[in-house]
């Protein structure tokens, strides 16, 4: 089956510390996107990437990082850098051009909590 | 100034009957498009129906319709026949810029929540 895997679904951390959150895509879309949503709100970009080895910064960029080494992988780092990490992060794809909507495709998602 | 704007952060509704979500956008680019994703308990984003700023129709997907008033600025998702399942929060977005444009970017709504009571 096609889809989008987001691993782990819950994922504890010390204060101080990297954590490198999982996506994986079977779905051979081109482009990629890291959201974080907290409690009662929308969903914020934080990064997103369009081909293999480019990415962008989206809304609240600082204190994450990314890389795009393969079609299907797009794993977002949370650095010590990030002031409130605690928040549910989804992963999306989706294809580019002009023959589909566009919609995005989301993974489970990965509850982070910071400790 | 919010880019979407969902008024309505609770709804009710009873089973079988239909309910009306709002959504009102703001966008000076002709070209955009609007999306309707379900988002259960569980977390994952399900996406439910598109509307393109030059359809002609509004977008129907079984049970939803998207009741689309381009003078208002307005995309309201409408669940006919509730089903007890349907209890999830709602999100509009809009994506600015034609589908083939670079512009991959979506702009999120806060959400309606909706509960359906047997």
């Known amino acids: 089956d096609g889809g989008i895997t ?17 996506c994986e895509q079977n779905l051979n879309h081109d482009a990629m996107y890291w959201y974080r949503q907290d409690p009662g709100q929308g969903l914020r970009l934080i990064y997103y990437s369009q081909i293999v080895n480019d990415f962008q910064k989206g809304d609240i960029a600082e204190g994450y990082s990314v890389s795009r080494e393969k079609k299907e992988s797009f794993p977002l780092t949370v650095t010590s850098a990030q002031k409130n990490p605690t928040a549910f992060y989804l992963c999306a794809s989706s294809i580019v051009g002009a023959s589909s909507y566009n919609e995005q495709f989301f993974g489970p998602g990965t509850r982070l909590t910071v400790l | 100034a919010q880019k ?9 509704v009873q089973e079988k009957e239909a309910v009306t979500l709002d959504c009102t956008y703001d966008t000076s680019d002709p070209s955009y498009g609007l999306f309707w994703y379900k988002q259960p308990s569980s977390g994952e984003m399900i996406f439910l129906i598109y509307q393109g700023s030059y359809d002609q129709q509004n977008a129907t997907e079984g049970r939803y319709s998207l009741n689309f008033q381009k003078a208002r600025k307005s995309a309201n998702l409408v669940i006919s026949a509730s089903q007890l399942g349907d209890s999830a929060m709602y999100f509009c977005a809009m994506r600015e810029g034609p589908r083939a444009g670079n512009n991959r ?14």
Request: proline share 8%; net charge positive.
């Open chain 2, 105 to 118: 970017k979506l702009i999120w709504g806060l959400g309606t929540s909706l509960a359906v009571n047997p």
């Open chain 2, 4 to 12: 979407i704007t969902q008024t309505q952060p609770g709804m009710f």
């Open chain 1, 6 to 22: 987001q691993s782990p679904k819950y994922l504890f951390r010390k204060e101080g510390q990297n954590v490198t959150l999982s």
